[in-house]
């Protein structure tokens, strides 16, 4: 075209970023090897997985895929590094840290071009958002390394880390995985995703020449196959994945009683909500960069579109108007804005969605222009007319299609947002700060932004709430994911030699006194003492084989009423911090009042010694204390990201937790897990200790007379297992504490994964008045999750 | 108010397209009210809009000759004299070298800045020296640049520029009507102005660096279209901040829900501090991408500038010959 034509018609043309680096760099290293103890080795197998450009739909590269053998070698490799890398001192990892994060910046456009090829993505975003953050992550976790010990004195870092990460942001999911794990102390052996693994081969280079000690590093290549193996291995300490939640769902069940740590970010379906007071053109905007940045193909994409209905007809013509102005093409055009899909794959789980959505009803709308023929490209897709029935209402799509709903109230666009099995992020569109900032606590999502979306930065913890997983990746919140208590381990040494021996004999009674009156123990529900649902009751035996009493035999029906309850007292979440604290003081004060009565009862129900009866109860009442003090001051944080604006870090309570309540010190054990729960704004279902249940049916007199509102506490007696089965199932229950046995421990995390909730199961015999279970943090971290919530300002 | 229903049809709009002048209409308070700018997302938008589009090689000469037509040639200077003033007026009229022009096979086109703007007392001469070019003369008005006289005066000032020959008057707002959200009076002010021009098109200077946020910005840029504006212009160059890509984003937005609601084209015109041919495109982006196409040439596009032209040589010159250019190669206004 002549110079005088396009002043005519002005248009944009071509504008290509050269691929030719990236290219010959691939070239050299092509076929790929895996990179195992700080060198590149072939693969012990054949076989190879073909790479391709989604833009072209040509091959790119060919890499191994890593079996067994493979793995062993990775996973020993990594676990010969630890002992080195855990200990060396924080700032000689702070400066390997900060060596990755120059090296990435150094090297940053061949980073972006290669990831543009791989992936497909448009070359302004691998190159301006990609990238960037990549690099922002690792200068930010740097700062952690350098901090750590001083900062976290009572952690060590968790041990071999197996990560697994997807296709849609290859180098910046790499980045939020090693990142902090190499911070805390953790070696990581890293699978990319099969359709993307270039970056992460590019990365591997700069380990090596950041020189890392061999191993601390080791990046494998493979599809699913490798990753289950990795998974399933028995020299790895912890799985971090981000990927699917169906996939999320087998790790869950698959690593269930291996002791494994585990941390999961799997998909969504995230509100965008706008309210009819919003800056519509900057929604629009918003709408862009919600569901069309990266194709879509981002798990917190704002893929439902709730719209005030007095705007919706505006907001829908604007947003027509903008579609038509959107460019589809080649991902290294530096003016594009959606590139290609990922694999044909994907393309055709897009395109089968849409189709259902017609045929369920709705509207479609396209924009009039067309997409590329060549390569793997799908048209920015508006669906109205959407019932929250349809089917593209409910399934996360992971691609460029948005669906549009009306709300009338605030409160019908809550409940529209929360009308999801997922909760990962939400949009609120709003210039009423009142209406922001009431409904952003309100929405079920780990990230709320406020008149912005899909803003990440290392100084935020990403994760979700519900099915989208559970774990935060990013901000101080996330380094947790990667440390232990070092306390733990004394906290079990020390209990075993606290063993308990039935050495005082029966107490013997008058015989001329009278009777006891036969007390009947019940179970605790709603604030009500009721019987139990099976008509039956189990004895409860002292350990010198005296009947000191019976509890009723609690089952799945007592569990569903106790969850009921608990669910309605969930306005309990929105009480003050200090009148929480108030309650928890009034217990504390009334089991002191009780004190000699709940020593009896201890002494009987575990045989211990007198002395060590009195210690417990006052270590209980201790711990009431301790979170009445913390239930007004667990504060959140306001992270420092780059923003003119806030970004809140808020603990928000779970929801319903059941708990699970070990042998050891009966009454102190259920206290501890109990009170922070509670402090926090819980409402709890919990099993007390299956042998010695008796202090926790005393607890409900104490509670009845202390305020506490019905159906935040719930007791559930009987078979401990089982009934902890039931709330592991139960898909209405947010989070399970499991402390009990391997089988149990086992169970409850397997069947967690009917919904994701969140578990914190233990086996080891633990000492409930140790230095661990003063470490208050680690409890309240557990009663939490953590909603960040970005708030852009300017007058 | 004018709610959902009363938006016109695209087809409806298109039958207006570039045929009427922004005849105004009564002052509508509500909707001025209804008027929503987030600041953040804004800049979100400004700052992205310029990294999502590129032109190169062809394209890019192609663009910058584009954007050469759509400068408002400007000398605004107290030591202006009728002697620089023609010399400028000559540049205006004949911008490139011949050999340029020649090579990049646009003699036909025969380019030519859009208007020549200058001080009511240069008038007369820009006029004689842009005689018979059909390049126009644009005089600011009103008290520029600070607006501060009393509205007879303002209207003296256009009548008067009128009378010497300008038929472009850019004019000043009252700021203090802004900043005291004196709605009606912004409007009546600006009204009375458009009739004191007549015939010739107005373009309301908002001083946007002056107006303390961006939805004053809106607001005002939909009062004074509602009062007849012609164009609205951000600033007088003269202001600490001048035209920023954010008050662009807010105040083409205004233009575009202006057109939506009324099915008037209103022009839009950066002024101040727009130096280079990089600027110039990221202007022209944001014209393409919020208005459209319409809104790339003279009719509705202006670049307030006056060093601007001289950049737009030196890459023109560069696309033709691979070679960074000299100064002295390029004949001084």
Partial sequence: MSVADIFETMEYGPAPESRDPALHWIEEHNPFQLFIDGEWRDSAGTERIDIVNPATGKPLAAVAQAGEADVDAAVEAARAAFTGWSTTPDHVRARYLYALARQIQRHSRLFAVLESLDNGKPIRESRDIDIPLVSRHFYYHAGWAQLLSKELPHYRPVGVVGQIIPWNFPLLMLAWKIAPALATGSTVVLKPAEFTPVTALRFAEIVQRAGLPAGVVNIITGDGRTGEVLVRHPGVDKIAFTGSTEV?????????????????????????????????DSVVEGVVDAIWFNQGQVCCAGSRLLVQEDIEERLIAKLHERMEHLRVGDALDKAIDIGAIVAPIQLQRIQS???????????????TWACPTEGYFFPPTLFTNVAPAATIAQVEIFGPVLVSMTFRTPQEAVDLANNTPYGLAASIWTENINLALDIAPQVKAGTVWINCTNLFDAASGFGGYRESGFGREGGREGLYEYLRLTDMEDATTANSRRRRRADSGPVQRDPSALPLIDRTPKMYIGGKQVRPDSGYSQPVISPNGEDIGEVGSGNRKDIRNAVEAAHKASTWAGATGHARAQILYYIAENLSARRREFEARMTDETGTEAVRAAAEVEAAIDRLFTYAAWADKFDGLVHRTPLRGLTLAIPEPLGVIGMACP??????????????????????????????????????????????????????????????????????????????????????????????????????????????????????REATQVKNIWTPYGA | ??????????????????????????????????THVNRSAVERRASTLVTRRTVKKEWQAAWLLRALTCIDLTTLQGDDT???????????????????????????????????????????????????????????????????????????????????G???????????????????????????????????????????????TVQNVAMASLVCMMAGADFIKTSTGKEPVNATLPVGVVMTRAIREYREQTGYNVGFKPAGGIRTAAQALHWQFLMKEELGDDWLKPALFRLGASSLLSDIERQLSYFLTGRYAADNHFPMP
């Fill in chain 1, 353 to 367: 969605l849409v189709d259902s959505g017609v045929k369920e009803g709705a509207t479609m709308w396209q924009p």
């Fill in chain 1, 663 to 780: 042998d050891d010190y009966p009454l102190l054990a259920l206290v501890s897990l109990v009170a922070p729960a509670v402090a926090m704004g819980n409402t709890i279902v919990v099993i007390p200790s299956e042998a010695h249940p008796l202090s926790a049916t005393d607890l409900y007199q104490v509670f009845d007379t202390s305020d506490l509102p019905g159906g935040v506490v719930n007791i559930v007696t009987g078979h401990r297992n089982t009934l902890a089965r039931v709330l592991a199932e139960h898909d209405d229950v947010d989070g399970v504490w499991y402390f009990g046995d391997a089988e149990g421990a086992r169970t409850v995390e397997y069947a967690s994964a009917g919904n994701m909730k969140r578990t914190w199961v233990e086996t080891a015999s633990l000492a409930w008045d140790a230095a661990w279970a003063n470490e208050s943090g680690l409890f309240l």
């Fill in chain 2, 82 to 164: 009728p002697g620089n003033v023609a010399r400028l007026c000559a540049k205006g009229v004949h911008p490139l070298r011949d050999d340029m022009t020649e090579a990049l096979g646009i003699e036909k086109l025969n380019l030519h800045v859009a208007a020549l703007c200058v001080y009511h007392n240069l008038v007369p001469e820009a006029v004689e020296a842009l005689r018979g070019t059909g390049v126009p003369v644009a005089a600011v008005s009103t008290g520029f640049p600070a607006g501060q006289i009393a509205l007879p005066q303002k209207l003296d000032e256009i009548s008067a520029s009128v009378d010497a």
């Fill in chain 2, 1 to 34: 108010m004018l709610g959902a229903n009363a938006m016109l049809t695209m087809v409806e709009r298109k039958s207006h397209e570039g045929t009427t002048r922004n005849a105004g209409m009564p002052l509508d308070l509500s909707w001025v009210r209804r």
């Fill in chain 2, 166 to 212: 300008a038929q472009e008057i850019d004019i000043v707002i009252s700021r203090a009507h802004v900043l005291t959200g004196n709605w009606t009076a912004l409007y009546d002010e600006t009204k009375v102005c458009r009739q004191a021009c007549g015939d010739a098109q107005m373009k309301v200077i908002l001083a946007t660096g002056e107006l303390a």
């Fill in chain 1, 248 to 280: 999320g769902r087998s790790i869950r069940r698959e690593t269930a009683g291996t002791g494994k740590r585990l941390s999961l970010e799997l998909g969504g379906k995230s509100p965008f909500i706008v309210f009819d007071d919003a800056d519509l």
